[in-house]
């Protein structure tokens, strides 16, 4: 009598818990940043409208970087 014995599974790495914003068309720079720095978790996934503007900006994107960067959030 053979006994099977089952694969060993590796264990799954945790994943960081992550926020979903969601942009509204006419939120400004401002806004934005304000939304991600009162988001929860660490990790911040915004979601933009097809017609925004705001984040074509560089200088908008280094703003937006440095809130991110100031409370802790990617």
Do not use: C, F
């Amino acid at each position: 009598m053979s006994v099977k014995i089952p694969p060993k599974i590796p264990p799954k790495a945790d994943k960081p818990a992550k926020d979903t914003v969601y942009i509204d068309i006419d939120d400004d720079i401002t806004a934005i940043i304000d939304k991600v720095e009162a988001a929860k978790n660490k990790v911040v996934a915004l979601v933009l409208p097809k017609r925004s503007s705001v984040l074509q900006s560089i200088v908008n994107m280094r703003l937006l970087k440095r809130g991110a960067d100031n409370s802790s959030k990617t």
